[in-house]
């Protein structure tokens, strides 16, 4: 189900190679595919359930929602309280995940931290739980995947990027290409916050680097800039996502980072809600500008 698929761009007269982690497949791809590995290779009759929890345009949701389908595993996914709008969508993560059966459960803002914290207290052997944006130590064999896809490749190239929500992916990777150069972002908080993810599933290696975005974005609001770069990099051949992918492109072009390989961490299925999001505020703005 890998790919070792490549496609070369040129931005700002910099030549970029980039790894089509996004094509291995339309729901469960980029680096999801990558974190969720060990599950995806375990026998169907191994587990019964799988139990999540987090926001509710999740990307590891919706990879998460693909999967237990396809092992005919019951899922069950816990979100804090969701607007009416969510609610009665027809695109997006949430509506994809519940039409590939997923059950949700809405928790109170009360009880939400507590629940979660106790629902690994109470596992039986055929359910298993997978963390907030799929931040397990279980991501490490995935990870190691790609690392040994990345060498086969045999490119004179010495250094990958990806961008960071939980970080670890960026880690992992790094733990298994000593080698490479790894850059990445923080597209979830700071970079300080960044690095206590990471810290709690691993040191932080020397060749990891952690660039640093000329103004501080934060995550899931609208930027003019990051539909600018989404828009380029389509005209240039290649569709990324619109939370993570933005940022890193941006910080890569404005630090002139040459001689990289771009690892795709997919996130596709999400843009068709943020893209309606940016025509709503395009709409929005029009309308202000003529009162
Ligand atoms: C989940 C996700 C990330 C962040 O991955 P982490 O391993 O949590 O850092 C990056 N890009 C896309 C498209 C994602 O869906």
Redesign the pocket.
Known sequence: MSTQELSKIELEGIEFLIKRDDLIDPYLS???YR?LYTLIQTPKEKYNKIISYGGTQS??MLSLAKLAHDKGWEFLYYTKPISKVMREQRVGNFYHSLSFGMQHRELSEEIYKEFIASLSLNLDAKTYIVHQ???DRG?KEGLKVLAEEIRNLNLDIKAVA?????????LFLAHALPEYRVYTIA?VGGSDYLKEQMRALAPIPENLTILEPKKRYHFAKLYGEFLDIYKRLLDAGVVF?L???PALWLTLLEKRIEGVLYIH???LSGNESMLERYREKAKRTRKCKKL
């Open positions: 980029g680096n999801k974190k990307n590891a944006g799929g931040a991501a990806t961008p960071s929500g939980t970080g670890t992916t960026a597209c996502d939370l993570y992918a961490s997919g996130g």
